[in-house]
């Protein structure tokens, strides 16, 4: 199977990416959409965690792990899907969360991560370098470019080409 961008709305945009802010490490990319618009899993895995406390930085967030250590991770929830649980099997467009803005949001997103666990620390990489192609037709929000003519613009970027 194919992964598949986590947000299924056409108004794909990247509203804050990855790396150094103002308020110190962004580890993942914010992703424009609605309170309650379908969040769905990337690829085939498993339910790992689900974060259920709203006043936590994370919010309402589901974790999810996939083949060869790889796990994403999907923050500022409103909401899960009824039945979800830990330890359930996921499909590419299985819908894990509802956009939101719960926990250390400034309005209804989706802030996703993925990486890998190293001696049991997770380890951030950046989704748009490291899930080449995913994000091709994704805005950049406050540009005209895409992530991919982004891409091709800073290909000898070495912190941007960064992969796991």
């Given at each position: 199977?194919r992964?598949?961008p986590p947000?299924?709305?056409?108004d794909?945009v990247?509203?804050s990416t990855?790396?150094?802010?103002?308020?110190?490490?962004?580890?993942?990319?914010?992703l424009r959409?609605?309170e309650?618009?379908?969040?769905?899993s990337?690829?085939v895995?498993?339910?790992?965690?689900?974060l259920?406390?709203i006043s936590?930085?994370?919010?309402?967030a589901?974790y999810?792990d996939?083949?060869?250590g790889?796990q994403?991770?999907?923050?500022h929830g409103s909401a899960?899907?009824?039945?979800?649980?830990?330890g359930q099997?996921?499909?590419?467009?299985?819908v894990?969360?509802?956009?939101g803005?719960?926990?250390?949001?400034?309005?209804?997103?989706l802030h996703?991560?993925?990486?890998?666990?190293v001696?049991?620390?997770?380890k951030?990489?950046d989704p748009?370098i490291?899930?080449s192609g995913?994000f091709d037709d994704y805005?950049i929000?406050?540009?005209?470019?895409t992530v991919?003519?982004?891409?091709?613009?800073?290909?000898?970027?070495?912190?941007?080409?960064?992969?796991?």
């Amino acid at each position: 199977m194919r992964m598949v961008p986590p947000t299924l709305h056409s108004d794909r945009v990247v509203t804050s990416t990855y790396g150094v802010r103002d308020d110190g490490p962004h580890n993942g990319v914010d992703l424009r959409a609605a309170e309650g618009d379908s969040i769905v899993s990337i690829d085939v895995g498993s339910v790992a965690e689900i974060l259920d406390d709203i006043s936590s930085p994370a919010g309402l967030a589901v974790y999810i792990d996939h083949d060869g250590g790889l796990q994403s991770r999907y923050m500022h929830g409103s909401a899960f899907p009824e039945g979800i649980q830990v330890g359930q099997r996921v499909e590419p467009g299985s819908v894990v969360m509802y956009a939101g803005g719960s926990g250390n949001s400034n309005g209804s997103h989706l802030h996703f991560e993925i990486g890998h666990m190293v001696d049991g620390e997770f380890k951030h990489v950046d989704p748009l370098i490291s899930l080449s192609g995913l994000f091709d037709d994704y805005k950049i929000k406050g540009t005209k470019h895409t992530v991919e003519s982004m891409l091709s613009d800073q290909q000898d970027d070495k912190v941007l080409r960064q992969s796991f």
